[in-house]
C-alpha cells in the first residue's frame, strides 16, 4: 500500500521490567473522579454521573522529557493521575471480572489548558481544546499487575521546583477501576491499548516555562516533566 505521505509511528509506553513496549490504541480520561478536586474548581459533586473526555495518542509524552509550554494559554495545569493500561478486549464487563483485563498500571500527568477550559465550560462547548493538545498525555513506564497487583489506595504526589503540589490517596477516588472499567465498557468495545486516566485530586495549579515536575504513586512508580518555552511554529 502507498501514502501520500508516511503514516504516524506508533506511540507506545515501556514496560517495567520488559523489552516489550506497550502500543497505545486510545486514551480516556475520567472527570471529576475525586471529591477535594471537583470542590477546587468550583464544580458540584457528583456520585452518580461518570464522564470522560479523550486524547489522541499521538499527544502522549514520556516521563522524562521537556516539552514545550503549550500555544494559546497563559494557564497551564497539572493534574497527576492514576493510570489504567487494558491488555484484554472486552465489552460490558462486569466489576467483578474488570481487573482480569487490566495489564498494569502507570502514573500520568493530563496537562490541561485551563483559561481554555473554563472558557469553553462558560459558553457550555467541548473541552478538546483545552485538554487534548500536543504532549497533554504524559505516562510514565508501566507496572505490570503480575508484579504489584492491583492498587486500591496509596499516596499520589506531585512536586513542582521541589514543592508539593498535590498529595492524597488513590483510594479517595469516587468511581473505582472496576467501576471504571465496568461503565467505560458499556460505551466502548475496549481494546488491548487502550489507557484510562482516572481522575486527579485536589492541587491542581499553573507551571511556568523552566518548572519541573515530579509526581509518584505509592506501589506503581514515579514520573518526571520539564517544562520548556513556549516553541515557535508548527512541531
Known amino acids: 500500500m502507498k501514502y501520500l505521505f508516511p503514516p504516524p509511528a506508533v506511540a507506545a509506553l515501556p514496560v517495567r521490567g520488559r523489552d516489550e513496549q506497550f502500543p497505545i490504541r486510545r486514551i480516556f480520561c475520567v472527570g471529576r473522579n475525586y471529591e477535594a478536586h471537583a470542590k477546587e474548581l468550583g464544580n458540584q459533586v457528583d456520585r452518580e454521573t461518570l464522564f470522560y473526555f479523550t486524547k489522541a495518542a499521538a499527544h502522549y509524552a514520556p516521563s522524562g522529557t521537556t516539552v514545550p509550554y503549550p500555544p494559546g494559554t497563559a494557564n497551564y495545569h497539572h493534574e497527576m493521575e492514576l493510570v489504567v493500561a487494558i491488555g484484554r478486549a472486552g465489552f460490558r464487563i462486569s466489576q467483578e471480572l474488570a481487573l482480569e483485563h487490566v495489564f498494569g498500571y502507570a502514573c500520568g500527568l493530563d496537562m490541561t489548558r485551563r483559561d481554555l477550559q473554563a472558557a469553553l465550560r462558560e459558553k457550555k462547548l467541548s473541552w478538546d481544546i483545552a485538554k487534548d493538545f500536543e504532549d497533554a498525555a504524559v505516562v510514565s513506564a508501566i507496572a505490570p499487575a503480575s508484579s504489584i497487583g492491583h492498587p486500591r ?6 512536586k513542582v521546583n521541589g514543592d508539593i503540589r498535590q498529595s492524597s490517596d488513590i483510594g479517595l477516588m469516587i468511581h473505582s477501576v472496576p467501576a471504571l472499567i465496568a461503565h467505560l465498557s458499556g460505551l466502548y468495545h475496549l481494546q488491548a491499548g487502550d489507557i484510562i486516566f482516572t481522575g486527579t485530586p485536589e492541587g491542581v495549579g499553573p507551571v511556568v516555562a523552566g518548572d519541573r515536575l515530579e509526581g509518584m504513586i505509592e506501589g506503581v512508580g514515579d ?8 516553541e515557535v511554529g508548527a512541531k
Do not use: V
Open 153 to 158: 489506595s496509596g499516596k499520589i504526589e506531585l
Open 223 to 230: 514520573i518526571a516533566l520539564n517544562i520548556g518555552a513556549e
